[in-house]
Nanobody, 120 residues
Framework: QVQLVESGGGLVQPGGSLRLSCAAS????????MGWYRQAPGKQRELVAT???????NYADSVKGRFTISRDNVKKIVYLPMNSLKPEDTAVYYC??????????????WGQGTQVTVSS
């Protein structure tokens, strides 16, 4: 099996910063696209940012210029430093990864989520 474990969430004031991390472990041969999604209360889960194994990135318009996704392919960790946080960034943030396992099966895995609350 594969596990994705997020960390780094918390409570921060508007304009503040947080850095999310997500570590993948388990039966992993190769990881393709990794990404961050978020879900606010009463809303659908939405894409925040994704990054391919070669480093190509994609961002939601609402976070461009404030969030930067990166990854360490050796450590199997994806990061999301978040700056200039706004109250509307408040949500549960989920890590996502497309994983090829040792048995050659390809599946998408999700982390358990980490709460980010932006409030004064």
């Amino acid at each position: 099996q594969v596990q994705l474990v997020e960390s780094g969430g918390g409570l921060v004031q508007p304009g503040g910063s947080l850095r999310l991390s997500c570590a993948a472990s388990g039966s992993i041969s190769r990881i393709g696209v990794m990404g961050w999604y978020r879900q606010a209360p009463g809303k659908q889960r939405e894409l925040v940012a994704t990054i391919t194994a070669s480093g190509n990135t994609n961002y939601a318009d609402s976070v461009k210029g404030r969030f930067t996704i990166s990854r360490d392919n050796v450590k199997k960790i994806v990061y999301l430093p978040m700056n200039s946080l706004k109250p509307e960034d408040t949500a549960v943030y989920y890590c996502n990864a497309a994983v090829e396992q040792w048995d050659k099966s390809l599946r998408t895995f999700w982390g358990q989520g980490t709460q980010v609350t932006v409030s004064s």
